[in-house]
């Protein structure tokens, strides 16, 4: 019985006959029959409609509503098969899955969209992944560009660069005008290397960051070490 059901969906799904197949598939209580016809629809109107990219998300959403039983990232895949990475990305918006909705937004190179997303899901694993790809891919002045617009994004690159690669660290507060951070890295780098060229080196360093911080910031870091 159920094997002539899915038959009958099916081939109401091949027709393009959803107006038919979505009522039947609720009347037989056909399991996953629902979903299986709206996410053809959908799949379907992104090839076929000739509406503009608006027009499309809303009908869509408008019929299968904030679902997570239905995937709009495999949806807006579709759109972007067919050149419509607008429309891609208006469908992603109603994505409530984030570990769907990101990487799809990777995939279409929409780093600043993804990294929103991304922080926006409180999933700092995700929040990781989106930065790296960042890294590799944007250029690097995009790439600073996107860290100084989100602080969450240059905090947690900062924290993986400190356990990683102490001169990526260094030439992220650079970038970022961070020179007191800089600096008092330098400082810290100052009291476990033993090495010679490597402490004059640092001392440069940290002469280079006062004179950019100005007489303010000496004033602070005496205050801190006194203790007053």
Not at 45 to 56: C, G, L, M, Q, T
Request: charged share 25%; hydrophobic share 40%; proline share 2%.
């Amino acid at each position: 019985k159920q094997w002539y059901q899915r038959r009958v969906r099916d081939r109401l799904v091949r027709m393009r006959l959803y107006y038919l197949a979505l009522p039947i598939v609720d009347y037989l209580k056909i399991p996953g029959g629902q979903q299986m016809v709206l996410s053809h629809w959908a799949m379907d109107k992104v090839k076929r409609s000739k509406e503009s990219d608006e027009a499309i998300a809303n009908a869509i959403f408008k019929r299968v509503g904030p679902s997570d039983s239905i995937s709009y990232a495999s949806v807006a895949n579709e759109a972007r098969n067919y050149g419509r990475t607008e429309l891609a990305i208006k469908l992603l918006d109603y994505e409530p899955r984030s570990a769907e909705q990101v990487p799809a937004l990777m995939r279409m190179s929409r780093f600043t969209n993804a990294i929103e997303k991304a922080i926006e899901s409180g999933d700092m694993d995700l929040v990781h992944t989106v930065i790296v790809a960042m890294e590799a891919n944007q250029t690097q002045r995009d790439f600073i560009n996107t860290l100084k617009d989100y602080k969450v994004a240059s905090a947690w690159y900062a924290k993986w660069c400190s356990l990683t690669d102490t001169q990526k660290l260094h030439d992220h507060f650079y970038t970022q005008d961070n020179f007191e951070a800089s600096a008092l890295l330098s400082i810290k780098e100052l009291d476990h290397n033993m090495m010679l060229d490597a402490k004059i080196k640092l001392m440069e360093s940290i002469n280079r960051h006062f004179m950019d911080l100005g007489n303010g910031f000496v004033l602070r870091l005496g205050l801190l070490h006194t203790g007053n």
